[in-house]
């Protein structure tokens, strides 16, 4: 198919490892299996799955946390690291997982949550006893401000994530404030104070990778390094009182020293782990974010970068149209990038915190555009070069929470406290007690986190087989409502049927681990400025992979360009249209149907 593709990529780009090949599946064990029958997604539920993973093609898993915790925000709020909360099962529980898992050839990644903890958290809760108490400086503890009236105001003017309001609390018996840049009973840990850093590498990393845990998923790792000084941030938003913070928060000063150490004390010294990076409000800028995952700077293997989740819409709540070329461009670039630069990708469309991708960037108004449009993003996703993840329920295309559903089905506490700081600020302007939230609702229909985080749907059953019947246990109900789709869309309908959305992902898993061009391959965008086909090469030695994807409801008659090479000689033809390939391709046209991926393999 052509001649090889140029590329400035260094040598190392394209040496095999692990942790670029393995398939990761990431669990939110809160709805994932409830084998107990409390209404809970337990470590018990994962274990029961574990060779439906191995049969999926699943390597790793990324459990999202299950550590001790008041779950303010889902579990990422810690009060224990060492303690599994008992909604979720024990410390045994966990262990008999790494164990079946390892029986398996599997591994398993955890959450590591070390920008914050719970204010429950003997750490803070000591911290605050006295300013001389010996945690105080694990915490960002500063004294108030005052204005010229004699008013107590916060140490800057930092906002926090989940609100519009102030990332301090003010402490009364203290007085003084504690930062967090999350929720206020997420305090930020002080990674300045070498004691935090020590506990964290010692009692915390160090103590799960000898109970054999395979690495981590670091949370918002780069907000870690603060400018110390903690300065006012810049107005960007004139009517608002508080301001995002990230110009000092994110990708701080001492960022890589700390990583630096950390893989120098720990991750260093056990061999074969896998290391992924959360790195938000940092967008495009390669000059920051690839020197995480350089291997000369021995921090990260990988990051996961948002720029293409934010496409339809940032903040996250505040959701806009975007069309296929933008999104074309973002996956483009970071795949040329990384590629050129040495670093490596992460490979995603649907994590806890993001809206379901067949919803956002599919079609889910039809059973048939739906699986269709389920199917293309799988095959866009297995072939493109990185590290690829899978949430879970992707690989059933299921979709976001039903329209009709109303705010209280929505239990995220940004979903919550979005829609009630809305609901209070109308109020007020309006001295209406009913306001108007219907573009509040629109919003959260699209993006919220919430769509994510209902129950996997297992069966047609009751509850779509979440939690097991007949059980002294037995709630009568999931923690979070389950999907009114649930009898349509679930794992038992799609595991025997080969034309399934479960049976193409697990072919399309097959085919990436077969074609090494879709993990290593160089990228080449094929006509970027076409509205309808998202077309593109993967390159790597002696085979050549073209990717056609038509992302829009009717047939396209697609030119191939000369970037895309001879047609001819092909050897592997996968689509997820089970009537065969398109007629024959004439004068370098080939016509897709609606919704249409095709991958032609050859070379190889």
């Given at each position: 198919m052509g001649s090889s593709v140029e590329t400035t990529a260094p040598s190392h780009y394209q040496e095999r490892a692990h942790f670029k090949e393995c398939i990761i599946y990431q669990v939110y064990?809160?709805?994932?299996?409830?084998?107990?029958?409390?209404?809970?997604?337990d470590v018990q539920g994962v274990i029961s799955k574990l060779d439906y993973l191995k049969d999926l093609g699943v390597d790793v898993i990324w459990l999202s946390p299950v550590y001790k915790s008041p779950f303010i925000d889902n579990g990422y709020d810690i009060s224990d690291y060492h303690e599994i909360d008992q909604r979720f099962g024990t410390l045994a529980d966990v262990d008999q997982l790494i164990a079946e898992m390892h029986k398996r050839d599997m591994k398993l990644v955890m959450d590591l949550v070390v920008n914050h903890c719970s204010d429950q958290h003997e750490w803070f809760v000591e911290s605050r006893k006295s300013k001389d108490n010996p945690y105080r400086d694990f915490f960002w503890w500063r004294p108030a401000k005052y204005s010229d009236s004699g008013e107590r105001l916060p140490p800057n003017n930092w906002r926090e994530e989940f609100s519009s309001g102030s990332a301090w609390e003010w402490d009364e018996l203290t007085q003084e404030y504690y930062l967090h840049l999350y929720c206020k009973e997420q305090p930020?840990?002080?990674?300045?104070?070498?004691?935090?850093?020590?506990?964290i590498y010692t009692d915390i990393m160090k103590w799960w990778l000898d109970r054999g845990c395979d690495g981590f998923r670091m949370d918002v790792i780069n907000l870690i390094s603060k400018v110390p000084s903690l300065p006012d941030a810049p107005i960007k938003n004139p009517n608002e009182k508080f301001q995002e913070s990230y110009k000092y928060t994110a990708n701080g000063p001492r960022i890589h020293e700390f990583l630096q150490e950390m893989n120098r004390e720990v991750l260093s010294k056990y061999p074969g782990l896998i290391t992924v990076g959360e790195t938000p409000f940092t967008h495009h800028d390669f000059d920051v974010l690839v020197p995480y995952v350089l291997p000369e700077n021995k921090e990260l293997q990988t990051i996961f970068q948002f720029?293409?989740?934010?496409?339809?819409?940032?903040p996250q709540l505040v959701p806009k149209d975007y069309k296929l070329s933008e999104f074309k461009e973002i996956t483009a670039r970071w795949q040329i990038e990384m590629q050129n630069r040495g670093g490596w990708n992460s490979i995603y469309l649907e994590n806890h915190d993001v809206a379901r991708s067949v919803s956002r960037f599919g079609n889910d108004t039809t059973p048939t555009y739906r699986t269709l449009t389920a199917k293309?993003?799988?095959?866009?996703?297995?072939?493109?070069?990185?590290?690829?993840?899978?949430?879970?329920?992707?690989?059933?295309?299921?979709?976001?929470?039903p329209k009709d559903w109303p705010i209280e089905e929505y239990v995220d506490i940004a979903s919550q406290v979005y829609y009630a700081?809305?609901?209070?600020?109308?109020?007020?302007?309006?001295?209406?007690?009913?306001?108007?939230?219907?573009?509040?609702?629109?919003?959260?229909?699209?993006?919220?986190?919430?769509?994510?985080r209902n129950p996997m749907q297992w069966d047609d059953g009751l509850d779509a087989g979440f939690s097991p019947k007949n059980k002294e246990r037995w709630v009568g109900k999931p923690w979070m409502r389950v999907h009114d789709d649930y009898k349509e869309w679930n794992v038992a309908k799609q595991f025997g049927d080969p034309e399934s959305v479960l049976s193409f992902w697990k072919n399309?898993?097959?085919f990436r681990k077969s074609h090494l061009a879709c993990t290593y391959g160089y990228f080449t965008l094929l006509s970027p400025s076409s509205e309808e086909v998202f077309a593109y090469t993967k390159e790597y030695k002696n085979e050549r992979l073209l990717v056609l994807l038509n992302f829009t409801k009717e047939d396209v008659s697609y030119?191939?360009?000369?970037?895309?090479?001879?047609?001819?000689?092909?050897?592997?033809?996968?689509?997820?249209?089970?009537s065969g390939p398109p007629e024959h391709i004439e004068n370098r046209v080939v016509k897709l149907r609606p919704y249409e991926a095709l991958v032609i393999a050859s070379g190889k």
């Open positions: 064990p809160a709805s994932f299996c409830d084998a107990n029958g409390d209404g809970m997604g930020d840990l002080n990674w300045e104070t070498p004691a935090v850093r020590q506990a720029e293409q989740q934010e496409v339809d819409g940032y293309l993003l799988s095959t866009l996703q297995c072939t493109l070069s990185g590290t690829l993840y899978v949430y879970q329920g992707e690989e059933i295309a299921m979709a976001n929470l700081g809305e609901l209070a600020l109308r109020k007020s302007k309006t001295g209406d007690e009913s306001p108007d939230m219907s573009d509040i609702m629109s919003a959260l229909q699209r993006k919220s986190r919430d769509h994510a399309m898993i097959a030119t191939l360009p000369e970037q895309a090479g001879e047609v001819g000689d092909m050897t592997d033809l996968i689509g997820n249209y089970t």
